[in-house]
């Protein structure tokens, strides 16, 4: 238990210090934001700091701090570690870095910045690679409520007819402006997502539960290795590529770069937070990481967060396990749709203010995620997590590749760079290994993703150098 409450003193410090590093090396500035210059009361609305850190957290959150961490911690304690760590070092660094990079840029997405800084072959293939996760994301954030729903509701509202009211509302959510939806509902959600959180600490803490303290032995079940599982397995509790796609929403909707660091890295330590309690939920309810491993294969996630949910807060816990887990997933997965439409909107040039523009892209999104929804929920998990992690490596490189350009001083870009080269090595080595990739052994995978990651690194330094030699 002292593990999880340093973890949480951890969290708190690092954004007090960590952050002001981070921001510090970007150098927010007075200059007019897109919110401001770019109104047009769709996607481009302002908000209060308040507001959009709470509408940002939904975005990123969903049930992704949930499901990711209980995968994690599978893994055991050693989870507690990446998920304090990788959200400090990487995630948050990663959200505020691409939330403020694409305010510079007018709102654009990842996709258009990968371009700008990494060259046209990137950018076409970040606009592939974006839309397929986005796609990927909102499928992923329909089937979980669904199932729980239709485990709570009449017979004759099955799967299939929970999957469709989703999908309907996910329309709405896609097409109105941001702010008649989103930007009133989503501040509300968050706050009930954080009261989830908040309830389950309380129920590990008065309900005599023993939490492990942290160790970096792996206790998977399975005997999956650390390296590089539980770092694409945990995604959003510490780093998340999604992130990167959702960053530009709220970059349109900021009123001051100086409210960046409170929307962008204060969100991403939330939802670490969040992941905390949860990873820590799930052994100390199951008492041991096969208890939960057995778990997640027999109940499935949605079903897992409500056994814990309900027995650790009776009635009340079994209502606030059906709001998050039906909410968290839908408010991510609406913004993904959101996403998507923003960045076909940017490769077809179609202008988003009138609504035909805006049917013309969100319908056909929506009737590939329907065909989506009919795969394993686990394979498609599987999916998402390798290429979120990867669209997070890129995420960091285009940060890096931003600083190298645009600051006075070029070393502070590796603030970026290291995460950059430790997430390299965890996406090559894992598609490598993976079932879903191209398995083979661990004698090959490990030293190839190192040499990919050396290769990565060596060509930033290049660069590097190069910029700080036309400085002097």
Not at 2 to 16: C, G, K, R, W
Not at 67 to 90: E, R
Not at 96 to 102: A, C, F, K, L, T
Not at 230 to 240: E, K, L, Q
Request: aromatic content about 10%; glycine content about 8%.
């Amino acid at each position: 238990m002292v593990s999880l409450f340093l973890s949480f003193a951890i969290l708190i410090a690092a954004y007090l210090i960590f952050a002001k590093i981070t921001e510090s090396a970007f150098g927010p500035d007075d200059r007019k934001t897109p919110a401001t210059r770019l109104a047009d009361g769709v996607d481009y609305v302002s908000m209060k700091p308040s507001r959009a850190t709470l509408v940002e957290l939904l975005n990123i959150a969903g049930t992704g701090p949930i499901f990711g961490a209980l995968m994690g911690a599978c893994f055991g304690p050693v989870v507690f570690i990446w998920i304090v760590l990788g959200a400090i070092l990487a995630g948050g660094v990663h959200d505020y870095m691409v939330g403020m990079i694409s305010e510079r840029h007018d709102g654009k997405s990842i996709a258009e910045l990968s371009g700008i800084y990494l060259g046209s072959a990137v950018k076409w293939i970040m606009r592939i690679f974006s839309v397929v996760l986005l796609l990927l994301t909102g499928t992923v954030f329909v089937n979980s409520p669904a199932t729980l729903l239709a485990r709570i509701t009449p017979s004759w509202m099955n799967e299939t007819f929970w999957i469709v009211v989703i999908l309907i509302y996910y329309v709405l959510a896609t097409l109105l402006p941001i702010d008649k939806v989103i930007g009133k509902m989503y501040p509300v959600f968050g706050v009930v997502l954080i009261a989830m959180a908040v309830g389950i600490l309380g129920g590990i803490v008065f309900g005599g539960y023993s939490v492990p303290e942290v160790s970096f032995a792996n206790l998977h079940p399975e005997e999956l290795p650390v390296w590089p599982f539980m770092f694409v397995t945990v995604a959003c509790g510490a780093i998340s590529g999604f992130h990167a796609t959702q960053a530009p929403m709220m970059a349109k909707c900021i009123t001051s770069e100086k409210y960046g660091k409170r929307v962008f890295y204060g969100a991403m330590l939330m939802e670490s937070a969040i992941a905390l309690v949860w990873a820590a939920a799930g052994v100390a309810f199951y008492g041991t990481t096969g208890g939960l491993n057995q778990a997640l294969s027999e109940l499935g996630q949605s079903g897992t967060v409500y056994d814990i949910s309900t027995h650790m807060l009776s009635t009340v816990g079994g209502i606030l396990a059906v709001v998050g887990v039906v909410i968290c997933p839908i408010t991510s997965g609406d913004t993904a749709f959101r996403s998507a439409r923003l960045i076909l909107a940017e490769i077809t040039g179609l202008k988003q203010k009138e609504i035909r523009n805006r049917l013309i892209l969100t319908i056909p999104l929506l009737g590939i995620s329907a065909i989506l929804t009919q795969l394993n929920f686990n394979v498609l998990w599987r999916y998402f997590s390798w290429s979120n992690q990867t669209l997070a490596m890129i995420s960091l490189w285009v940060a890096s590749a931003y600083m190298l350009k645009k600051n006075a001083k070029a070393r502070t870009s590796l603030i970026t760079a290291i995460p950059a080269t430790f997430m390299s090595a965890v996406t090559m080595t894992y598609i490598l290994l993976a079932d879903e990739g191209f398995r083979l052994s661990r004698s090959i995978a490990y030293p190839i993703g190192i040499v990919f990651a050396a290769l990565c690194l060596s060509a930033y330094l290049w660069v590097l150098h190069k910029a700080e030699r036309a400085r002097l």
